[in-house]
């Protein structure tokens, strides 16, 4: 998920696909495609290298659904809209989600993303409720604290901004997790998720000194201190709407591992994902100022209208959906790039053909169904998709109307981690604006646009 997720999917369908071929009485030939090193498999291949250039070779020399092994786990890859819609909706029921072991083991094997049925189907009822805009709307006074503290401690400095989106992203998860609790606990969790992620994309070896055995070790201690809080709130006997309270809630009862496996899977389908978002939007509002203008003057009439009315400085759920302008401007120049971001997930190789090389020609290309889809489809599909879109809003909000920010050093390439980034994080230089928000003037500049 993240944007390891972009990745994740492409597995979880592959080894589901593998399954598929060769289950039953009478086993299936597999796909071309090569099986790399014992053990080894193709991982270096695909990690080390902006993994578009591997799918296209791939696709080139063995067609869109090749075999291939990787991360310790023989796997079968998709690369067409067609097959995406056939594993994703059409026959979803004939595919279980699976995960490289590294992950599946790190996460929790009863977390969401590896089931299907009715333990599927109960999850996600629990997940959609803590997740689901009415329950949401109670914490955006919190993720608008969580927002300007962000931005109060990158002032004046030089930022690694994906880093720092991790962080900010980090806690708005843990709020919709454990609700105000969460600055309790914030930096026990931080640091042993921080080291359990360090293991996400490593061989499943579980020696000492291995970046898989550290990993585990963190996740223990998580699982720990999640079996602490889960003690607590028994013992508190309060009803709570986050998402904890919403699997503590559950009649028939999820265990205390079930609830741990799916507290650390939703802190990692949450966080990367929208930080890498996050990372590519701060990227081209500086490299686009007329848009950034446009976003400006929106979320600066939304403070003056609050201003006016006395309704406080602190955003709410109704001022969210106020920003038009914003959200529509953010999907014309996120969406080219997330096509790119999410590109080894389930977009078709061939539109990134050599006609279409630049973002916006590729935007220009008409889609065809199933080949672009931020957030899946299908029973799987992404239930923190109003959560992720709200803690972009109030961010954007808070940088365009108090910050100016420019980039540091060259910005032409991508990183790939694997997933596609800004050059380096996009190291930035993040300042206050020197003129305070003069409302009278903006005012003025209101009415006399209302002429
Ligand atoms: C821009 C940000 C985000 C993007 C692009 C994104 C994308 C996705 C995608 C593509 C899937 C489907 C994966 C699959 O088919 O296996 C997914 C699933 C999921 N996402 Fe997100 N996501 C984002 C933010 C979030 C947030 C903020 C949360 C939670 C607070 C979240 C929680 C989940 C969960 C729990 C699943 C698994 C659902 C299931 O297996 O039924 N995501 N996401």
């Known amino acids: 998920m993240f944007c390891l997720f972009a990745l994740v999917p492409t597995f979880f369908l592959l080894n589901s696909l593998l399954k598929f071929f060769t289950s039953g009485r009478r086993k299936l030939p597999l796909p071309p495609g090569t099986m790399g090193w014992p053990y080894i498999g193709e991982t270096f291949q695909l990690y080390s290298q902006n993994p578009n250039v591997f799918f296209a070779s791939k696709v080139k020399k063995f067609g869109a659904i090749f075999k291939s092994h990787i991360l310790g786990c023989p796997c079968v890859m998709i690369s067409s809209p067609e097959a995406a819609k056939l594993v994703l909706v059409t026959k979803s029921d004939l595919f279980k989600p699976t995960f490289p072991a590294s992950k599946e083991r790190m996460l929790g094997k009863q977390a969401i993303f590896f089931h299907q049925g009715d333990?599927?189907?109960?999850?996600?009822?629990?997940?959609?409720?803590?997740?689901?805009?009415?329950?949401?709307?109670?914490?955006?006074?919190?993720?608008?604290?969580?927002?300007?503290?962000?931005?109060?401690?990158?002032?004046?400095?030089?930022?690694?901004?994906?880093?720092?989106?991790?962080?900010?992203?980090?806690?708005?998860?843990?709020?919709?997790?454990?609700?105000?609790?969460?600055?309790?606990?914030?930096?026990?969790?931080?640091?042993?998720?921080?080291?359990?992620?360090?293991?996400?994309?490593?061989?499943?070896?579980?020696?000492?000194?291995?970046?898989?055995?550290?990993?585990?070790?963190?996740?223990k201690e998580l699982a720990q201190i999640l079996a602490?809080?889960?003690?607590?709130?028994?013992?508190?006997?309060?009803?709570?709407?986050?998402?904890?309270?919403?699997?503590?809630?559950?009649?028939?009862?999820?265990?205390?591992?079930?609830?741990a496996d799916n507290v650390i899977g939703v802190i990692f389908a949450a966080r990367d994902t929208t930080a890498s978002v996050l990372t590519w939007i701060v990227k081209y509002l500086a490299e686009n100022p007329s848009v950034l203008q446009a976003v400006t003057e929106e979320q600066e009439a939304i403070m003056m209208?609050?201003?006016?009315?006395?309704?406080?400085?602190?955003?709410?759920?109704?001022?969210?959906?106020?920003?038009?302008?914003?959200?529509?401007?953010?999907?014309?120049?996120?969406?080219?790039?997330?096509?790119?971001?999410?590109?080894?997930?389930?977009?078709?190789?061939n539109l990134v053909s050599s006609e279409a090389q630049s973002f916006s020609m590729i935007w220009q290309v008409a889609l065809k169904p199933n080949?672009?889809?931020?957030?899946?489809?299908?029973?799987?599909?992404?239930?923190?998709?109003e959560l992720a879109k709200l803690e972009i809003l109030v961010l954007v909000h808070h940088m365009t109307t108090k910050y100016r920010w420019s980039m540091v050093g060259p910005q032409n390439e991508i990183?790939?981690?694997?997933?596609?980034?800004?050059?380096?994080?996009?190291?930035?230089?993040?300042?206050?604006?020197?003129?305070?928000?003069?409302?009278?003037?903006?005012?003025?500049?209101?009415?006399?646009?209302?002429?």
């Open 305 to 349: 209208t609050k201003e006016e009315c006395g309704e406080g400085k602190v955003l709410t759920w109704a001022d969210s959906k106020k920003m038009p302008i914003t959200l529509r401007s953010l999907r014309s120049l996120i969406l080219p790039d997330l096509r790119l971001i999410l590109l080894i997930n389930f977009l078709d190789i």
């Open 415 to 451: 990183q790939y981690a694997p997933f596609a980034l800004p050059q380096n994080g996009l190291p930035i230089r993040l300042s206050l604006k020197r003129e305070s928000i003069d409302l009278h003037k903006l005012q003025k500049r209101h009415l006399q646009k209302e002429k």
């Open 228 to 259: 602490k809080i889960i003690s607590l709130r028994r013992q508190m006997k309060h009803s709570h709407t986050d998402l904890l309270g919403s699997f503590m809630g559950d009649k028939e009862g999820l265990t205390d591992e079930q609830i």
């Open 119 to 219: 333990y599927h189907i109960k999850l996600r009822k629990l997940v959609l409720r803590a997740f689901m805009p009415e329950s949401i709307k109670s914490i955006v006074p919190d993720i608008d604290s969580v927002a300007i503290a962000s931005l109060k401690s990158w002032e004046g400095q030089l930022i690694n901004t994906f880093q720092e989106m991790k962080s900010f992203t980090f806690n708005v998860a843990l709020l919709s997790i454990f609700g105000k609790d969460e600055v309790l606990y914030r930096e026990d969790l931080k640091r042993c998720y921080y080291i359990l992620e360090k293991g996400y994309n490593s061989m499943p070896i579980n020696l000492p000194g291995t970046l898989f055995h550290k990993a585990m070790k963190a996740r």
């Open 371 to 385: 080949t672009f889809m931020p957030f899946g489809n299908g029973i799987h599909s992404c239930p923190g998709n």
